[in-house]
């Protein structure tokens, strides 16, 4: 089985500018989040997708951040206009149904730096 | 909304003895409390959860305990080998609802000294 695919690895902006991030889950796993991991930390939830719609986007900064999954199977994560505080890791994940019963399988990350 | 903390922070053990990671959470209603280990580069990989109608549970040399009155759980690694040695996060969540996103802890570098 396939794991989630995340692209690009790694991406260097400058402040201001616009990046976009791409996850593709696990065949047929239905409900997808995305984290954000900054450096010395532990994830964070930013925003959870049940097919195409969303679940819980109640910790993604929206006047900067957007997220999309229009056929319920590839994601994007939006970042515009990028900070410096932003830099971190963008980590994707995936769950074949309820996660606390199947699990969450994590995608390696896009580690984005801002300058 | 939920608050996970973890300790310690760094954890520097010799080869062949115990390792213990300790995370309290805030939220009596969580229910699902997963261990993540994750190595440089890497994505979190699972590595054993407990349900909150479990007191304990054991996988070979990685046991967790969980305490529901006192709000905390503990990952417990015996006989630590080199391969150990990665960040460790402890996680917690609500499971009866739609939203079932983790909580994590801030992590514990575990260190396997030969």
């Known amino acids: 089985e396939a794991g989630v695919a995340q692209s690009p690895r790694y991406k260097i902006i400058e402040k201001r500018q616009s990046v976009a991030f791409w996850c593709n889950p696990i065949?047929?796993?239905?409900?997808l989040y995305w984290y954000q991991q900054i450096l010395g930390q532990g994830p964070k939830l930013l925003i959870q997708f049940q097919n195409n719609g969303v679940v819980d986007d109640s910790q993604l900064p929206k006047d900067r951040f957007s997220a999309e999954r229009l056929k319920g199977v590839d994601s994007t994560l939006k970042i515009q206009p990028a900070k410096l505080e932003d830099s971190a890791v963008y980590l994707c994940a995936s769950s074949l149904g309820r996660a606390t019963n199947y699990g969450y399988t994590f995608g390696s990350g896009t580690r984005l730096t801002v300058v | 909304g939920e608050n996970v903390e973890q300790h310690p922070s760094t954890l520097s053990v010799q080869e062949g003895d115990s390792a213990v990671i300790k995370c309290t959470y805030s939220?009596?209603?969580?229910?699902?409390f997963p261990w993540y280990k994750q190595e440089l580069g890497k994505g979190p990989q699972l590595i054993i959860d407990i349900r909150s109608n479990v007191g304990e549970k054991k996988d070979q040399r990685i046991a967790v305990t969980l305490n529901k009155t006192a709000k905390h759980f503990s990952l417990h690694i015996t006989e630590t080998q080199p391969e150990d040695s990665a960040v460790y996060f402890c996680a917690a969540v609500y499971s009866g609802g739609g939203a079932d996103g983790l909580t994590f802890g801030k992590g514990t570098h575990l260190i396997i000294q030969p």
């Open positions: 065949s047929g796993h239905a409900t």
């Open positions: 939220d009596s209603a969580s229910n699902y």
